[in-house]
């Protein structure tokens, strides 16, 4: 927890200084205050560095001054919060193939799902069909997705709409985008 909050501090610190704020304005805007306390109850309940990469992001991506309602912010810290690392990673997947594909060139030309899962994300074994169907379903059921995938789905390099994120997908995508290069443990 003592490392969480010294990266939230950070978070605080960089946007006083893009938002002109001071720190008290920042830690006081109503809507980065309620993403700030739902990702740190979240990060108290992993250890996954991914999901508290992704979980920083989002609170970054908070406040009212990104002109975000306030109800769509809560949403997109809500799922962010419930979903598995993995399934961020597809939506990553999904919303840009071709970006994905070239920032992966471990998985070759054509991929499919359970490629991914286990070359990048290092989680398929044989019995991991299920689980990916699982969490893609849970995308599809959570209006992420405009079309449901199954764990053989190959992905196309170029996104020529035969599938896609809806609207709330592209808007979790964009929350949790990075926002700096290397986690803050790895920063001197």
């Given amino acids: 927890m003592e490392a969480w909050l010294a990266r939230m501090a950070e978070v605080v610190d960089s946007l006083a200084h893009l938002t002109n ?34 979980i920083e992001a989002g609170v970054a991506h908070s406040g009212s001054w990104t002109q975000r309602p306030p109800l769509l912010e809560r949403t997109l810290m809500r799922l962010l919060v419930q979903f598995e690392p993995e399934q961020v990673e597809f939506l990553q997947l999904v919303n840009d193939p071709r970006r994905y594909a070239l920032a992966h060139p471990e998985l070759g030309e054509k991929f499919s799902l359970h490629d991914v899962y286990k070359q990048v994300l290092g989680v398929a074994d044989a019995g991991s069909f299920e689980i990916i169907g699982r969490q893609l379903n849970d995308l599809y059921m959570s209006g992420m997705m405009r079309a449901g995938f199954g ?24 929350y949790c985008a990075r926002v700096r290069e290397f986690p803050a443990e790895g920063r001197s």
């Fill in 21 to 54: 704020l001071r720190v008290d304005g920042v830690v006081g805007d109503g809507q980065f205050y309620q993403s700030l306390v739902r990702a740190s109850r979240a990060a108290q309940e992993t250890t996954d560095a991914t999901k508290l990469n992704q």
């Fill in 151 to 174: 764990p053989t789905f190959v992905p196309l390099r170029e996104n020529k709409g035969e599938f896609a994120l809806t609207d709330l997908g592209i808007e979790l995508v964009r």
